[in-house]
């Protein structure tokens, strides 16, 4: 049986980021947690073919403030800069030009700076 908090449709991708000065927040669901982790793409732009079956582009993501109070995964493209990411999952992978990487304490909800996994 599917969990209600998740799709029953191929779903590659949780979020992908671009363009300039955005600030995001991402929240986790309060009726469950994911079974499946998918990451969250900064500096990226959605596939050209929208069905999943085409690479995931690189594109500019510059001055971007992304909060992930989530447990997925962020991964930063090499178009990535000047940004911030403050999050409760891993960051995988961190390819961008000053982007500072921050953990989201869970008790206290308050940013505690941290590096790549």
Do not use: F
Not at 18 to 47: C, W
Not at 53 to 64: K, L, Y
Request: aromatic residues 0%; positive net charge; charged residues 25%.
């Amino acid at each position: 049986m599917r969990r209600p908090t998740e799709s029953s449709m191929k779903v590659h991708e949780l979020a992908t980021i671009q363009g300039r000065g955005s600030r995001i927040t991402l929240k986790a669901s309060p009726s469950g947690v994911r079974t499946s982790p998918l990451s969250i793409l900064l500096g990226y732009g959605q596939p050209m073919m929208g069905d999943g079956m085409a690479p995931i582009p690189q594109r500019d993501a510059r001055e971007v403030q992304l909060r992930n109070e989530t447990k997925m995964p962020v991964v930063v493209g090499e178009k990535a800069r000047d940004s911030q990411v403050v999050t409760s999952g891993p960051v995988t992978e961190n390819r961008g030009t000053a982007v500072v990487v921050t953990n989201l304490d869970a008790h206290s909800g308050e940013p505690k700076r941290a590096g790549v996994e």
